[in-house]
């Protein structure tokens, strides 16, 4: 029988592996690693460093394959991601069955936890054949940003929103909330707002050796964070951060 693990492995901080994710590396006789480009390919060799620091299991296999990828300019958002997962999963498949076969554990190390802004839940039910699945969960981007400002993320007994950039940017501050976390901003949708009254918090390589954190008034530190943001992507060929929003009464 053939199991898939899919192993939070926090936000860069070899340090933020729990103890289950570690064993489950450890019983896995295969782990696959995706390249995303040469832009990414630190986030590869991550990877790569996590094995070998916690591998104590000379049965564990390790093969890197070429991740598919998405193209942005599909007007229908939605049918392009459902497109992007279909052929990731086909490419999973094959790399699966050339390595391991129908019999194993194969696993996948997934940045942050694999429940939140992460499809490979999504794309490992469309395997063929059709694995057990099995997640450990992981420190997400979230944890990791409240935890580098030591900000609570909610006020006493209020909610929050978890969103995108491109749904602030479309639709707005949402309704029903003073708290909005904001991940998967492609650009920096927090300019789309009124600043009057906003305070952020923002992060970006969270967990890892370049983390980058700043926070104030959206109104001044905006500005900033834009330039910084910019500064840092043209320095390592991508980025990944989030950000926090609270509107003050």
Known sequence: MLTLSLIGIGCGDPEQLTLAAIRAINAADLVLIPHKGAAKSDLA??????????????????????????????????????????????????????????????????????????????????????PAIEVIPGITSIQALCAAHALPLNGIGEPFLVTTGRRLREGGWPDGTDTVVVMLDGGTAFQSLEPKGLHIWWGAYLGMSDQIIMSGELAEAGPRIVATRQEARERHGWIMDSYILKRRP
């Open 45 to 130: 060799e991550l990877r790569q460093a996590i094995c070998a620091d916690v591998l104590t299991s000379d049965k564990t296999r390790i093969a890197e394959f070429d991740l598919p990828v998405r193209n942005a300019g599909e007007a229908d958002y939605r049918r392009g991601v459902d497109d992007w997962h279909d052929a990731v999963a086909a490419t999973w498949s094959q790399e699966i069955a050339s390595h391991l076969g129908s019999d194993g554990r194969v696993a996948l190390l997934i940045w942050g936890d694999p429940s939140l802004y992460d499809s490979s839940l999504r794309i490992a039910r469309r395997l063929d054949p059709l």
